[in-house]
């Protein structure tokens, strides 16, 4: 039998990313999928029809897609601003954006609570016209903002930096004004890396732990996330609710990235640049 | 539309773009722009369009001052080297893209707009494609395709910013020709940018020769190769051979060679001395084995490129003149069969010496 030769070898990259991705991925996930298959579909449903377990679900999901969609236009803006104006300082801007990646969620979490606390410099003001922040959902839209932030930015910059000039200068000399370059030329132009950018701001917040406990209140059927409950029942050693619970997480946030992906690879089809 | 440019001035940090420059463009005309990289003709092509502005000067269209007119309200179509079409819509949609944002009272009807696109995309001879999308198509078809959008909107100027650079020689030569039909069909002032005169030669009716954010000379490339106002532009047109010279008491010397230039000492009587350089076609050489008069220049064939109907020949004095680009015909060529190594006497038929003053006389020999 003859055998293929790769030229570049890729037989040795594709073994090495298969044994890699099902090392630090798939066996960790399917042990999960395994301890949790332990108790019985009914003990599963029991547990996620539950009342506290469902608004868990709905605070996580709510908050992060809300804080995503806030990263999505504010993000955008802030890489717009990065690449298209001169500002004094543009380097320093530009290296701040990559802070919510280095500081541990925890510290960024305490910060966040002691600010807008009731007591906190903006809490305090906040308060006064009637718009608590800290310890109600608010604040869990607020931290998980904070953490995803960088992942729009950083998508969308090099995206920008790399669009032709000519596009608008062609829109423009066709007779479009400036708002109308920008919606019909600039930003459908940079839509797949705004979603690309949203997926991942997305995907972190529904996971992030660290920085959302401090600052949420975590109070049951409120601002209690599903993360905060797995390590609720496992403090409880339940880790049978626990996995079951990581199980339930796990196939939504599949189901919801995987959406997302076709409808990329749908764009992508349709706008192929 | 006519296109006047008056003293512009335009300068970026310390390059200095376009300085003082003047021209005018009458109504209906082909014309190339032609120059070196960082000569300003990008600029200056800019600048009409709207897309630049200018430091100090005057532009106008058609006797009317358009020098703060914005982009948008000028009416002009650009072309661009690397297409910038619009990636995210069909090539139907680029070609509408300007009829669809006219405001609604000046809008067409979308049967107008379906009809004007399909009969520019006929135009191109790219109606097949209309539902594709940019990605698709190859080169060739996107330039075609973003002149069709250019002329949509019915502009009174089309601006083409070296529309054939990004392509591939044997498609760059039909689209010139294309573009020549084009232009026939529809009389619209053209102005086009390109750093190749053979392109200028194919295209344009007349050639606005640029160097260093001025205009050297204007004309037909029959005139610009005739009669070049300067070295620069003999040597840009090519085909020139230039040489540096000495000029002592109304004699004119290259190396050892003496340049028997009567008509010539008259005109620069009062100039003692001073650095010429004389410049010599290709073509005005006579070539033979024995030396013919005095004027006759001593060489050696250092080596020979046939191409099609001419012979290239590069020869280097022996007189200290440096290395000589001779073409020859078939025909002379084949009545002496000069081969590499060879001694070769060479007697310009034609020289031309330009002083330090803007024009270069002309000196039958």
Avoid at chain 2, 28 to 54: D, F, H, N, Q, W
Avoid at chain 2, 129 to 144: E, I, K, T
Avoid at chain 2, 172 to 194: C, E, G, K, S, Y
Wanted: contains cysteine.
């Amino acid at each position: 039998m003859k055998r293929t030769v790769h030229p570049d070898g890729v037989s040795l990259t594709l073994g090495i990313t298969l044994f890699y991705l099902g090392l630090v991925v798939l066996l960790p996930l399917s042990l999960t999928i395994l301890k949790s298959l332990q108790p019985g579909p009914e003990l599963f449903w029991q547990i996620f029809t539950s009342p506290r377990v469902l608004a868990a679900f709905q605070v996580s999901f709510f908050s992060a897609l809300t804080a995503a969609m806030i990263n999505g236009v504010l993000g955008f803006l802030t890489a717009w601003v990065l690449v298209r104006y001169p500002l004094p300082g543009k380097k320093i801007l530009d290296a701040l954006v990559d802070l919510p990646f280095a500081l541990p969620t925890a510290v960024a979490g305490i910060t966040l609570a002691a600010l807008y606390s009731p007591t906190g410099w903006i809490g305090s003001l906040l308060a006064r016209i009637g718009i608590p922040v800290a310890y109600t959902p608010s604040g869990i839209v607020l931290a998980l903002t904070f953490i995803g932030l960088p992942f729009v930015v950083r998508t969308v910059q090099p995206v920008l930096q790399a669009v032709d000039g000519g596009l608008e200068e062609a829109a423009a000399s066709l007779g479009a004004g400036r708002w109308q370059t920008f919606w019909r030329v600039t930003l459908p132009t940079l839509i797949p890396a705004v979603l690309t950018g949203f997926t991942m701001a997305f995907a972190r917040g529904l996971g992030e732990y660290g920085s959302v406990i401090f600052i949420a209140g975590n109070r049951p059927f409120v601002s209690e996330i599903v993360p905060l409950l797995i390590i609720t029942h496992l403090e409880q050693y339940d880790v049978i609710g626990a996995t079951a619970l990581a199980m339930i997480m796990l196939a939504v946030s599949f189901l919801l990235l995987l959406l997302i992906n076709l409808m990329q690879a749908w764009m992508s089809r349709r706008y192929p640049v | 539309m006519r296109i006047e440019v008056q003293g512009a001035i335009k300068q970026f940090g310390q390059y200095r773009a376009l300085d003082q420059l003047d021209l005018h463009i009458p109504a209906g005309e082909m014309v190339a722009i032609l120059g070196p990289s960082g000569c300003g003709k990008t600029t200056l092509l800019r600048i009409i369009a709207g897309l630049e502005s200018l430091d100090h000067g005057m532009l106008c269209f058609d006797g009317v001052e358009a020098t703060h007119t914005p982009v948008q309200e000028r009416r002009v179509g650009f072309v661009f080297q690397h297409y910038a079409l619009f990636g995210h819509m069909t090539i139907f949609e680029n070609v509408a893209f300007g009829l669809r944002l006219k405001p609604r009272k000046q809008r067409p009807a979308e049967s107008v707009i379906r009809k004007r696109v399909l009969d520019l995309l006929a135009m191109v001879q790219l109606e097949p494609v209309a539902s594709r999308y940019p990605a698709q198509l190859s080169g060739g078809q996107r330039q075609r395709i973003a002149f069709a959008r250019a002329l949509a909107a019915e502009p009174r100027l089309l601006l083409l910013d070296e529309p054939f650079g990004a392509l591939d020689a044997r498609v760059r030569h039909d689209l010139r020709q294309w573009l020549r039909q084009m232009h026939a069909l529809v009389p619209v002032t053209t102005l086009f940018v390109t750093h190749d005169q053979t392109e200028a030669v194919e295209v344009a009716e007349r050639v606005v020769v640029m160097k260093q954010g001025r205009i050297e000379q204007i004309g037909t490339m029959d005139e610009l190769h005739a009669n070049p106002a300067s070295p620069f532009v003999a040597d840009f047109m090519g085909g020139a051979n230039l040489f540096h010279g000495r000029m002592e008491n109304g004699t004119t010397r290259i190396g050892e060679i003496l340049l028997e230039s009567a008509p010539f000492q008259a005109s620069v009587a009062d100039a003692a001395s001073c650095s010429p350089v004389i410049c010599i076609r290709s073509h005005d050489w006579q070539l033979g084995r024995q030396p013919n008069g005095q004027r006759t220049w001593h060489t050696v064939v250092r080596h020979l490129r046939p191409s099609g109907a001419v012979v290239r020949l590069g020869l280097e004095s022996l007189q200290g003149a440096g290395s000589i680009d001779v073409e020859l015909t078939r025909e002379q060529y084949d009545k002496h069969r000069f081969q590499p190594g060879e001694t070769v006497f060479a007697l310009p038929t034609q020289v031309r010496i330009f002083t330090d003053a803007p024009k270069g006389s002309v000196v039958p020999n």
